[in-house]
């Protein structure tokens, strides 16, 4: 992983992980030629874009060469070369070259982010949007968790066994969460649940809530048959422990766009299904907080994906206690604009942190 971006020198000088100079130079300058056009690349396009006088020969002879490492390969036979996740690890730890984000650059995305007027939601929402975006990718945003009183609370029926909890609280926050209920639960159920909880939490905070419906339950004090009290106490632990609040996602239609070169629309689907469970939130801060700054996963190293072709780009922010509460960041296909992404998410959650703080 990679610390907060600042300007990087690439390898034309040096070695790097056991490639020497103009072994490294043609795999930077392979990557970013597929970066640009999701192109295989071929070695007299090289031999034409390089400073290095080389022939087609010599290139073709480095590019064997880089392929049997491991960090190239042929789509076809006959045809250009592409970066493996490993060409695309070594790309990102080494070989890129980013800058910091111009000055105009830097007011544009404070603006976007601006709170005046929304609430915190709403500026994390329109962040992720933004983020998509810039990026060709989806927004991902990692909210904190609310720690404002209860307003109102909702269970929606999904289908059979599943259940939508909806909380508002008083600082304007609303958070969705997904729950299991058992099968054939009757729509009444939830109405009752939800009218037994906003009939007592109103104005109480989640840990004062959790309480005192422990204490209900336990005393056999709730009115409320098996099935409902189920749901009253299922929807109440789904909030239960510390660490993020819930996920926010922008732009998903653009990973569709990038079929050619992500894998099947059942894949992607299944992708958006793990994105929305609560485990997946708290996975993705975790992931976050790995290391200082922004943190790269390509292809699988994220756990959260087995999909080929996918990469993350994400970075923590904080609270005005120094505490990490929630990250941001972009998911999107391998060839993203690394020295492009990489800035803006890391001047992007820096933003987020100062509002937060």
Known sequence: ?????????????????????????????????????????????????????????????????????????????????????????????????????????????????????????????????????????????????????????????????????????????????????????????????????????????????????SEEVAANRTALDALTNHVVEAGLATWAGGGAGSLIVRGQARLLENLDQLAQVQEIQALFERLEAQETVLRLLELAQRGEGVQIFIGAESGLFSTAGLSMVVAPFRNGQERIVGAIGVIGPTRINYGRVIPVVDYTARVIGRLLG
Not at 49 to 74: C, H, K, Q, T, W
Request: hydrophobic residues 40%; proline residues 6%; aromatic residues 4%.
């Open 1 to 213: 992983m990679i610390p907060s971006p600042k300007a990087q020198a690439g390898a034309a000088g040096a070695s790097f992980a056991g490639l020497d100079s103009r072994s490294a130079t043609i795999l930077r300058e392979l990557v970013e030629l597929y970066v640009l056009t999701g192109e295989p690349v071929g070695s007299r396009t090289l031999s034409r874009r390089l400073p290095l006088g080389l022939s087609p020969a010599s290139i073709r002879n480095v590019m064997a060469d880089l392929e049997e490492a491991g960090f190239l390969y042929a789509p076809h036979t006959s045809a250009g070369r592409l970066p493996t996740d490993r060409g695309l690890r070594l790309f990102v730890d080494g070989l890129l070259e980013f800058g910091d984000l111009g000055e105009t650059e830097r007011e544009a995305i404070s603006a976007r982010c601006a709170a005046s007027g929304r609430s915190l939601q709403e500026t994390l929402a329109e962040a992720g949007q933004m983020l998509s975006g810039l990026a060709g990718a989806a927004g991902l945003v990692v909210a904190p968790k609310s720690e404002g009183r209860i307003k109102h609370l909702e269970f929606v029926a999904l289908g059979p066994g599943r259940a939508l909890v909806v909380l508002v609280t008083d600082d304007g926050q609303v958070e969705n969460r997904v729950i299991e209920v058992p099968p054939g639960l009757p729509p009444s159920a939830l109405v009752q649940a939800s009218n037994y909880l906003n009939a007592r939490l109103a104005g109480r905070s989640l840990e004062e809530a959790r309480t005192r419906v």
